[in-house]
C-alpha cells in the first residue's frame, strides 16, 4: 500500500453500518437553517451505490404523500451524521432505478429472512 492510499484510509469514517441495495435506512442529516444548526431524518430505501473511499456516494429513495423524493449523500461528509438500518431487502439488482416507473405495491422491496 502506498502513502496516499494509507492516508486516505486514515481519513475514512468508521462508524457507519453494513448496509446494501434494498435496505431501508434512516440517515441522519445535518441541516443549518441561518445561524442554527438541527438533524433531520431521511428514511427511504437505497437505490444505487457507487465508488470507493473518500467518493463513496448512496442514493436513497422515499415516498412523501405519494411523490417520490431522490437524493444523493457522500458517505464521509460531515453532514451525515448517523446512518442506521431499518429493514433488510432482499433484490437480485445492482441498481433499483426500476423503482422510478412503479408505485404502490409493485414498488415494494421484499424484506430479506435472517
Known amino acids: ?27 441522519a442529516v445535518r ?8 438533524l433531520q431524518n431521511f428514511v427511504g430505501a437505497v437505490i444505487a451505490r457507487q465508488g470507493t473511499g473518500n467518493e463513496e456516494t448512496i442514493m436513497v429513495r ?17 453532514n451525515v451524521d448517523s446512518i ?6 432482499r433484490i437480485r439488482r445492482a441498481k433499483l432505478f426500476y ?6 405495491r409493485k414498488a415494494r422491496i421484499r424484506e430479506a429472512r435472517r
Do not use: C, H, Y
Open 62 to 78: 422515499k415516498l412523501t404523500a405519494g411523490i417520490a423524493v431522490e437524493r444523493i449523500f457522500p458517505l464521509q461528509s460531515p
Open 31 to 38: 441541516i443549518t437553517e441561518g445561524g442554527k444548526s438541527r
Open 84 to 89: 442506521t438500518v431499518t429493514k433488510r431487502g
Open 1 to 27: 500500500m502506498n502513502i496516499v492510499e494509507s492516508m486516505v484510509q486514515d481519513g475514512l469514517r468508521d462508524d457507519l453500518p453494513e448496509f446494501n441495495i434494498g435496505d431501508t435506512i434512516s440517515v
Open 99 to 104: 423503482l422510478r416507473g412503479r408505485t404502490g
